[in-house]
């Protein structure tokens, strides 16, 4: 899917350095970027779910069975 991306003078020029500097294009440095945030954040919900239940388990137990 074809997307527009708006940023401001300075990001671009901070992606255009990373891009040359890591010897990708602009787009494969903007894609990795999206995919590291995205995956970060999920990992970080999963980890809070796991202690939340770790923490909470007899909580959760007794809703279950309410």
């Known amino acids: 899917m074809a997307m527009t991306l ?5 990001l671009t020029e901070a992606l ?3 891009s ?3 010897g ?3 787009q ?3 894609v990795r970027a999206i995919e590291e945030y995205t995956s970060r954040r999920v990992r ?3 980890e809070l779910l ?3 239940v770790a923490e909470d ?3 959760i137990e007794r809703l279950a069975d309410a």
Do not use: F, N, Y
């Open 44 to 46: 970080l919900r999963d």
């Open 6 to 10: 708006r940023m401001t003078d300075e």
């Open 28 to 30: 494969a440095v903007a």
């Open 20 to 22: 040359e500097r890591e």
């Open 50 to 52: 796991s202690t939340l």
């Open 24 to 26: 990708l294009s602009m």
């Open 16 to 18: 255009r350095q990373t």
């Open 57 to 59: 388990r007899a909580v």
